[in-house]
């Protein structure tokens, strides 16, 4: 489902989950290597000076300047993200596993406002399963095996189901 995503931003999947507190929490999963969009997921946001994104290691990703429309990225950043300063997303390019965590987007004026917080899990692609059909029979009866392949980095699984039935 690309709900919330364009171009070659990949959503492989979007829930929400309350986490403690009254603020929703974000699931997204994306592929290694792929890009992943977090929107500010609401069309009113509080009055604010500065809204920046942050990470779980305290991390300002980006910070954007109301007043003056300045958007500043933290160095380690610089090279993987795109900020759209008239939607305020982060986009985060070439994601790993290292990236995985919780990203939150937060307003501050008065006194600093979580907007929204995301759950990004960076996973290993999987191949698709293989489904072969194999048939064989009579007249009279047929035997129907069904076997599901599915290969991961480190091993083969193999499921087979027979099923057969006598026609009269």
């Known amino acids: 489902d690309d709900a919330g995503c364009d171009g070659g931003v990949k959503c492989c999947e979007l829930c929400v989950s309350l986490s403690s507190g009254f603020s929703a929490e974000i699931s997204v999963f994306v592929e290694t290597g792929d890009s992943v969009q977090l929107d500010i997921q609401t069309q009113e946001l509080p009055e604010f000076d500065l809204l920046y994104w942050s990470n779980d290691k305290s991390e300002s990703i980006v910070k954007y300047f109301y007043k003056?429309?300045?958007?500043?990225?933290?160095?380690?950043?610089?090279?993987?993200?795109d900020f759209n300063n008239k939607t305020f997303s982060l986009t985060l390019k070439n994601m790993q596993k290292t990236h995985?965590?919780?990203?939150?987007?937060?307003?501050?004026?008065?006194s600093d406002k979580d907007i929204v917080t995301y759950r990004v899990s960076v996973i290993d692609a999987v191949e698709?399963?293989?489904?072969?059909?194999?048939?064989?029979?009579?007249?009279?009866?047929?035997?129907?095996?069904?076997?599901?392949?599915?290969?991961?980095?480190?091993?083969?699984?193999?499921a087979t189901l027979s099923a057969g039935k006598k026609t009269e």
């Open 128 to 158: 698709a399963p293989v489904l072969t059909v194999n048939s064989s029979g009579s007249s009279d009866s047929c035997t129907f095996n069904f076997t599901c392949r599915v290969r991961n980095p480190s091993s083969v699984t193999i």
């Open 100 to 110: 995985s965590g919780l990203y939150t987007a937060i307003a501050s004026g008065e």
């Open 68 to 81: 003056t429309k300045v958007v500043r990225l933290h160095s380690s950043y610089k090279d993987r993200v």
